[in-house]
């Protein structure tokens, strides 16, 4: 067997024999659907709150207006005067005392409500609030005009946009939500899938050097050799796991659209059939699995490990060459910015940008530009790429890894040698000569 | 005698600093050569050149007249002086993994470990992680991977560090056997008294210049400076001393007797021999003790890097 596949089965075999990994392949699964679960749970938890309102109306006409809701009560507070409605709202403690002074016109009044809280009241309660009130008096001010409201409610038009491509094929707006969606979560992945495996090829790295054994193996094998083998076993067992959780991730898929009743195949028919019915959250779901099965889901996949194989290749050598440098993981934290500060640009740019606009300018530069590349170029993938544009991104991928791994190589050559020195990046410059 | 290895006017810099300058070293076939120097004197790069760690900016290396080239790694072996092992990986697995990388197939691999693992009855510790060893135990560990693969050239920096004097003699012994069946080996350290007891050729290496080289044999006689340790037995010690002094060059000695004796170091010009100081020495006193001063290797080590200064 030749010496680099027997240093990537060495480092493979220690990857996946490690605890931590077996514990995170099958737990982290579970931790992020907890992790949704909770987030959801709390939300409602907040949800579930009820506040009481005090309501001081001088004009005596809002009240019935304002309907008690699954979240907001109101109270009655007008028989007091506002100094007494004040005073009880306080000793109560309700969430606050809506004031609605009766001026002669409504414009006047418009402009004259108030609101007295303890605390800022919650955006969205008083959101609701003002659309009462402004809906109220929009229809007295018509009526004022004589205007018949019936007339006006039924001339009232709704639009609804259907959208659909050149060749005919018809989606919904929850594409466009489900695109971000999955651009957005293979961005992320990646970033992680970076840091996580970056971090066991510097940790090994500096094993076998605080091990004293790199004297030992660098006599019968090129550093180089050592130093892509130790990338190439790793990225092995990353791809394992991811492949674990793909698969995890499409027997979830299977039972959930069983489970749901629909073809795994988006057909015209069952489109409009599930148009013709009623709003519901079983045809939301469907429409959003749907959706989610319309996706270039192979292409994803695909260039999801392209990118997910450059961006680690680019980054992990990156990291190579830092755990060579260094002689304990405590001294690699000076080097981590040339990592970190990237990847963070990736993902802002991604989601900042590239949801707002996939196509711009931002988008399409930080796509090509290698460091950034593999997470924005995957968060455009689903909203459609040109052909061209990928290929330049990854040839400019491909180039960049072959430099990097040049240089980290010359890096690591040296640093692997080098005890008890704290280099700087000026050091590691002298290396590069070396 | 063949020589086995030879570096010719190797030289290699990092950056500024000169390592290694113009260095030559030839190491006969079937000898045990002694590597000597300061700390730091540039014998770990030329070690690394041999073993092909680093490459020389310029010189050669020939291993059995052959220039150096990657194939050559299997026949050496290179035990170094910072050397650990995997802790977390199974004593077994990386010896086979070590020896999987020299170029022996699993099998051969396994034979060969069986055999040497027996040999030093470790046999049990196959199944055990490095570190719960001790460190002595992971050095026989070392040693054995260094030697598996029966290497022409066997490379040994400090190899007696870590080992307890019982342990230090086990592979000492192992490392004479294996020059009898046929191997060279190169032997760095500095402990003098392993160089005295084992190497029969020296380079002397000093801020990255080899300042001597040679058999141990001729060294000695080379250094040696014409002094004969001497013991006189005599009724009048002041008065044998006097004349001593006139006729020759001489320093009070200090070496262990039963005897109250007249204790002397006598050190001959080129034109007297030993055989007439003796004659003049009976004649005088009873001899008891007549023996020529060789220099020790620690000696000579001391003596040309002070000198070297």
């Given at each position: 067997?030749?010496?680099?596949k027997l240093?990537?089965?060495r ?47 001088e004009?005596g006409?809002f009240?019935s ?28 403690k ?5 004031y ?20 800022a ?18 229809n ?7 205007l018949?409201l ?14 659909e ?19 957005g ?28 054994i ?7 094998v ?34 959930a ?17 599930s ?16 959706d ?23 980054y992990?050598?990156i990291?190579?060459?830092i ?6 993981e ?33 988008s ?30 990854i040839?400019?991928l ?5 430099f ?17 020195k ?6 590691l410059?002298?290396w590069?000569?070396? | ?6 570096v ?11 390592a ?8 006969p ?5 002694g ?56 004593v ?36 055990k ?9 992971a ?11 029966r ?10 560090s870590?080992?307890d ?30 160089v005295?007891?084992?190497c ?10 080899k ?11 080379e ?22 002094k ?12 039963i005897d109250?004796?007249?204790k002397?170091?006598i ?38 890097i002070?000198?070297?200064?």
């Amino acid at each position: 067997m030749s010496n680099l596949k027997l240093i990537i089965k060495r480092e493979f075999i220690a990857r996946v024999r490690n605890k931590t990994f077996v514990v995170m392949t099958f737990l982290s699964p579970l931790i992020f659907v907890g992790m949704i679960s909770l987030i959801t749970w709390l939300a409602t938890l907040n949800n579930d709150e009820v506040r009481e309102v005090a309501l001081f109306d001088e004009t005596g006409t809002f009240m019935s207006d304002f309907k008690d809701s699954d979240n907001i009560d109101y109270i009655d507070y007008s028989s007091l005067t506002l100094n007494e409605a004040k005073d009880s709202v306080v000793a109560k403690k309700l969430y606050g005392l809506l004031y609605i002074p009766n001026k002669g016109s409504n414009r006047v009044l418009a402009e004259s409500i108030q609101f007295y809280a303890e605390e800022a009241p919650n955006i969205s309660i008083l959101n609701d609030i003002e659309e009462i009130i402004a809906s109220k008096l929009t229809n007295q001010n018509f009526e004022e005009k004589g205007l018949d409201l019936n007339v006006i409610e039924n001339s009232r038009a709704k639009v609804s946009i259907q959208i659909e491509n050149f060749s005919g094929e018809k989606t919904s707006k929850m594409a466009n939500y489900v695109k971000m969606f999955f651009g957005g979560a293979a961005g992320y992945f990646l970033m992680m899938f970076i840091i996580i495996y970056g971090n066991m090829v510097m940790r090994s790295v500096i094993e076998e050097k605080s091990n004293r054994i790199i004297e030992i193996i660098i006599s019968s094998v090129k550093p180089l050799q050592l130093m892509m083998g130790k990338i190439l076993g790793t990225s092995f067992a990353g791809i394992l796991q991811f492949a674990i959780w793909v698969i995890l991730g499409a027997v979830l898929l299977v039972v959930a659209t069983s489970v749901f009743g629909i073809e795994p195949q988006p057909t015209g028919v069952g489109l409009e059939q599930s148009m013709m019915m009623q709003e519901n959250n079983q045809e939301e779901i469907q429409l959003l699995l749907q959706d989610i099965l319309k996706l270039p889901l192979g292409t994803l996949v695909i260039s999801f490990l392209i990118y997910f194989i450059g961006g680690y290749f680019l980054y992990s050598s990156i990291y190579a060459a830092i755990g060579a440098a260094v002689d304990s993981e405590t001294d690699s934290q000076q080097f981590m910015l040339p990592i970190i500060l990237p990847l963070m640009l990736g993902i802002y740019v991604g989601f900042f940008s590239v949801i707002e606009n996939p196509h711009g300018t931002v988008s399409t530069v930080f796509s090509m530009i290698p460091l950034t590349s593999p997470i924005v170029m995957l968060m455009r993938i689903p909203f459609g790429v040109p052909w061209w544009e990928v290929v330049i991104s990854i040839f400019l991928l491909v180039g960049s890894i072959i430099f990097m791994i040049w240089l980290a190589g010359k890096i690591y050559k040296v640093g692997i040698l080098m005890y008890g020195k704290k280099p700087s990046y000026k050091e590691l410059f002298k290396w590069l000569r070396y | 005698m063949a020589n086995l290895l030879e570096v010719q006017q190797a030289t290699k810099r990092f950056g500024d600093f000169t390592a290694l300058q113009e260095v030559s070293i030839r190491v006969p076939k079937g000898s045990i050569f002694g590597l000597l120097g300061p700390n730091g004197a540039g014998k770990t790069t030329l070690i690394r050149i041999i073993n092909q760690i680093t490459l020389p900016d310029q010189g050669s290396v020939y291993l059995d007249n052959e220039l150096l080239k990657p194939e050559h790694i299997k026949d050496i072996g290179y035990l170094p002086e910072e050397r650990g092992l995997y802790k977390s990986m199974k004593v077994g697995e990386q010896a086979l993994y070590l020896a999987q990388l020299k170029g022996l197939s699993k099998k051969e691999a396994k034979e060969r470990l069986k055999y040497w693992f027996d040999k030093f009855e470790i046999t049990h510790w196959w199944n055990k992680k490095i570190q719960e060893l001790s460190k002595g135990m992971a050095q026989k560990v070392q040693f054995i991977v260094t030697i598996l693969h029966r290497p022409k050239l066997l490379i040994f920096d400090e190899p007696f560090s870590g080992f307890d004097p019982i342990n230090a003699n086990v592979i000492k012994d192992e490392i004479l056997q294996l020059r009898d069946e046929g191997a060279t080996v190169i032997f760095s350290t500095h402990r003098m008294e392993s160089v005295e007891e084992l190497c029969d050729h020296i380079a002397l290496i000093n801020k990255s210049k080899k300042i001597l080289e040679g058999k141990v044999s001729d060294i000695k006689r080379e250094f040696k400076s014409n002094t004969f340790e001497v013991g006189l037995l005599t009724e009048n010690s002041n008065g044998l001393y006097d004349t001593l002094k006139d006729k020759f060059n001489v320093a009070p000695a200090d070496f262990k007797t039963i005897d109250d004796q007249l204790k002397l170091k006598i050190t001959l010009d080129q034109n007297t021999s030993s055989n007439q100081l003796l004659t003049f020495l009976s004649e005088k006193a009873q001899v008891v003790r007549f023996n020529e001063v060789i220099p020790s290797i620690n000696e000579i080590f001391i003596k040309t890097i002070t000198e070297n200064e």
